[in-house]
């Protein structure tokens, strides 16, 4: 029995730009099987029970299975004209949708994970940061993130202090906001938007919405492929495959602020799919 | 300069790019937009590679789409050593090992395309010719190691080893876990301990730990 809570909530579920062009996709959704389709110009996505709403938005399909209970989280950056919008493609994690989100949120991983690119030893400290659960929106946020990277961004030449903020806008759906190579006055969003097929798979669209007027697509593509593909080891073989939420045999540290977040909101939430309420 | 239409997920790419940096040629990378755009199956590309497969190579007015005869060329210019002894037996396992890492691309390639990228197909079969591919290895690799020996053929790492290497290493993502093939994984480690490796997404380099921990 699914809770009324995970189901009540949005869920990407496809790319727009490949439905609109008549692919059907067949998939999962919470467990349940579900069609992504075009019917008479209209995405719509049909569950066992009948027909799930719907929205688009960020160059994906989103449904709830359930009633909504809000509307999808805006991301203002998405409507700047100047952007460059990236469509970075679905790839399949075998992992708690869950623990997806919260691998995104994690920097302390970067040296060793994604070495020379998002980090370096012996560049390896997190600076402090800071994380709150706001009341307004009702989302997680880190900001005031600080971290050494060689090559932040396909744009970027040579290595920077990169500022990030992170923000969990929804369950299974995670955005993050950091220093843009090209301009000192904006930053890039960089997206993770996570389907959950079941507890422990998940199909994973990264999304992009950037200022570089330069870099070829394919690159901007490879890039964030080559980034995430990284942590896609990593996530296969995290145990306890559901992420934990109440604490138990982890012992985080300063560094893991954001990911204790994300937790306690989930857990206060009740936001349970894909999550162990025993300590682990 | 060498040109090679590159994907950064693919096993078969990074086979060339890490020839290509173990032997010290630069190459000039083009992205191929491979997913989700599947522009290597784009008419335009068909004009390159009517084959519609990636990697691709250019250099001047000579073009190759098969992975394995980039690694002879690489070597060839620029790292003759990796060709492997020159004698009749040993030419012919590096041209057996070479034809045999297309069935590991055929196998726990596709598996892998499978797991992460959604190809369709039937999963189950490509893991059981992947186990069997891996066993074949697992054998050829045992015993040389009876024989003294940690490379497919010859005493020195050749192109043999490197185009096995990409596939076997990321059986993982395709489902097929490497627990019971300890010489693949010994041999693994071997090719990502030498100078000049590159990483891919899924390979990771190895991490010293530095200082190095005293052993009471």
């Known amino acids: 029995m699914i809770a009324q809570e995970v189901l009540n909530e949005w869920y990407p579920v496809a790319m727009a730009a490949q439905i609109r062009a008549g692919q059907r996709r067949v998939t999962q959704l919470l467990g349940q ?5 075009l019917q008479k110009g209209a995405i719509v996505v049909t569950g066992q029970g009948g027909a799930l709403h719907v929205t688009e938005a960020y160059g994906h399909v989103w449904a709830c299975p359930g009633t909504p209970a809000h509307d999808l989280f805006p991301i203002p950056e998405a409507l700047e004209p100047c952007r460059r919008l990236v469509d970075v493609g679905v790839v399949r994690v075998k ?31 997190v600076n402090r940061y800071e994380v709150q ?8 946020w880190a900001t005031k993130v ?16 990169t500022q990030y903020m992170y923000r969990v806008a929804a369950p299974t759906a995670a955005v993050l906001y950091k220093t843009c190579p090209n301009r000192t006055d904006a930053w890039d969003v960089i997206g993770i938007f996570v389907q959950p097929l079941t507890e422990e798979l998940c199909d994973v669209w990264p999304w992009m919405a950037l200022y570089d007027d ?11 492929q080559m980034i995430f593909l990284q942590d896609r080891s990593i996530l296969e073989n995290q145990i306890p495959r559901l992420l934990p939420l109440d604490p138990g045999m982890e012992i985080p540290t300063q560094a893991d602020l954001t990911s204790i977040a994300y ?3 989930l857990k206060k939430r009740g936001l349970t799919y894909g999550a162990q309420m025993v300590a682990a | 300069m060498i040109q090679l239409y590159d994907y950064v997920l693919s096993a078969s790419c990074y086979k060339v790019r890490l020839m290509a940096a173990l032997v010290g040629v630069k190459m000039d990378l083009e992205a191929v937009d491979f997913h989700p755009g599947r522009a290597h199956k784009s008419v335009e590309f068909a004009q390159l590679n009517p084959a519609g497969t990636l990697p691709v190579m250019v250099d001047g007015d000579m073009i190759l789409t098969e992975s394995t005869a980039m690694l002879v060329y690489l070597a060839k210019r620029a790292g003759p050593q990796w060709l492997g002894p020159d004698d009749a037996k040993s030419a012919a396992q590096v041209q057996q090992w070479l034809a045999f890492s297309g069935r590991l691309a055929a196998s726990l390639g596709m598996a892998r395309l499978h797991d992460m990228l959604l190809y369709k197909g039937d999963i189950d079969a490509w ?8 066993r074949e290895l697992e054998a050829a690799l045992t015993e040389r190691r009876f024989a003294g020996g940690e490379w497919l053929v010859g005493d020195t790492p050749s192109i043999a080893d ?6 076997a290493a990321l059986s993982q993502d395709g489902g097929v876990s490497l627990d019971a093939y300890p010489s693949v994984r010994l041999w693994t480690r071997r090719i990502r301990a030498l100078d000049r490796f590159i990483e891919m997404p899924g390979i990771h380099r190895l991490h010293e730990l530095s200082p190095t921990p005293k052993v009471a």
């Open chain 2, 127 to 134: 893991r059981a010719q992947g186990h069997a591919a891996l």
């Open chain 1, 146 to 161: 600080t971290f050494y990277q060689p090559q932040a961004a396909k744009s970027a030449e040579g290595g920077i202090v």
């Open chain 1, 33 to 37: 099987p579900i069609t992504v389709e």
């Open chain 2, 162 to 167: 490197i185009a096995c290497f990409p596939n």
């Open chain 1, 133 to 140: 659960i706001r009341e307004d929106s009702d989302e997680v």
């Open chain 1, 95 to 125: 992992c708690s949708p869950l623990r997806a989100v919260e691998n995104f949120l994690d920097i302390a991983h970067f040296p060793f994970v994604h070495t020379d690119v998002l980090g370096a030893e012996p560049h390896t400290e």
């Open chain 1, 214 to 224: 330069v870099t070829p697509q394919a690159e901007l593509i490879a890039f964030q």
């Open chain 1, 263 to 265: 937790r306690r909101w």
